[in-house]
T-cell receptor, first 111, second 113 residues
């Protein structure tokens, strides 16, 4: 079982729709949870981080964490073609700053 | 506010050679982590430097080594290059408060022929 799992996609949504990206993790000792966006040929860019159960909103982005289900998600409202990228989920374990990444979900937003 | 910088941008080497990659952290950050990202994969943790010492290490062989300087900048060295070392090498920095919140530099694309 992989430590962090994501559906590779592609996830295709029309412009203006809500994109829902999901991630599961295997270690219950996971402490912090991150979403990075990576455009083709570029480096990962931090979008959101969440530490506690529940929702965290930042502009068009909402991160949701459910530690009991070992599940973290990212919602993108009013999706734009410029949101088309690979979204990487990452977690850190307690007492370590090592980021453990999933393989990413490719999102395509079509006009 | 300067972000994380890395050099060089691209590098081509042949098998058996050695390479050194460089990273300067974001202003105010004192911790540097290095990751390797193969095509189609998520980044894999190599190691982390803090106070000029290697604090954590991932599952990479001893051919991968590093250094951190007093100004917090860092180097990644890879000896005896293999074809499989071809990847995007990413440097990330983090600060004193949210120590696991890491910001990535633009990366160095290494091609081993």
């Amino acid at each position: 079982q992989k430590e962090v799992e994501q559906n590779s996609g592609p996830l295709s949504v029309p412009e203006g729709a809500i994109a829902s990206l999901n991630c599961t993790y295997s270690d219950r000792g996971s402490q912090s949870f991150f979403w990075y966006r990576q455009y083709s040929g570029k480096s990962p860019e931090l979008i959101m981080f969440i530490y506690s159960n529940g929702d965290k909103e930042d502009g068009r982005f909402t991160a949701q964490l459910n530690k009991a289900s070992q599940y973290v998600s990212l919602l993108i409202r009013d999706s734009q073609p410029s949101d088309s990228a690979t979204y990487l989920c990452a977690v850190t374990l307690r007492n370590t700053d090592k980021l453990i990444f999933g393989t990413g979900t490719r999102l395509q937003v079509f006009p | 506010d300067a972000g994380v910088t890395q050099s060089p941008t691209h590098l081509i080497k042949t098998r058996g050679q050695q390479v050194t990659l460089r990273c300067s952290p974001k202003s105010g950050h004192d911790t540097v982590s290095w990751y390797q990202q193969a095509l189609g994969q998520g980044p894999q943790f190599i190691f982390q430097y803090y106070e000029e010492e290697e604090r954590q290490r991932g599952n990479f062989p001893d051919r991968f080594s590093g250094h951190q300087f007093p100004n917090y900048s860092s180097e990644l060295n890879v000896n005896a290059l293999l074809l499989g070392d071809s990847a995007l090498y990413l440097c990330a920095s983090s600060g004193l408060v949210f120590t696991d919140t890491q910001y990535f530099g633009p990366g160095t694309r290494l091609t081993v022929l």
